[in-house]
């Protein structure tokens, strides 16, 4: 039959297309994939650039670089602020020698055994809350030296 002959070779036809466009995908796929690798490797190449750039000039950077210097220096201190936090949270010091996460009290690393220092610095700043409660004792003093003067003058 005419009809079916017709129908298989369309079909045989459809079929090659497939394979044909198959082909074609994995080729852009596999383009796209090397071309993401090779913008990731730009990527690292040029941050990179900027931590060497950035170490090797911190003194003596030239104008063009000053907002972004800051903007580095900013987020390092940032970073080094919320990891104090985030070490307060979870009630941890991190050992300088080796980086493990040892009880914020203990005095040694449980790690690697070397000395943790003594923690304070961090918290200073929360005393300031405790300062208005010291007022409310001296205002009672005035009152005692306003009478004194009273009595010397008579
Ligand atoms: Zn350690």
Redesign the pocket.
């Given at each position: 039959m005419a009809i079916w002959d017709d129908i298989t070779k369309k079909a045989a036809a459809l079929g090659e297309k497939a394979v044909k466009q198959a082909k074609d995908l994995s080729e852009v796929a596999k383009l796209k994939l090397q071309i993401a690798e090779a913008e990731k490797t730009a990527e690292d190449t040029y941050s990179q650039l900027g931590r060497l750039y950035a170490a090797a000039h911190a003194d003596d950077y030239e104008e063009g670089f000053a907002s972004l210097m800051a903007a580095a220096v900013n987020a390092e201190q940032t970073i080094k602020t919320l990891r104090n936090q985030l070490n307060d949270a979870k009630g941890v010091a991190v050992?300088e020698?080796?980086g493990?996460e040892v009880a914020k009290d203990a005095a040694f690393?449980s790690?690697?055994g070397?000395e943790m220092p003594k923690p304070a610095p961090v918290e200073a700043e929360v005393v300031t809350e405790e300062a208005p409660v010291e007022e409310a004792p001296a205002e009672e003093a005035p009152t005692v030296e306003e009478e004194t003067p009273a009595e010397t003058v008579e």
């Open positions: 050992c020698k080796c493990a690393c790690a690697c070397a």
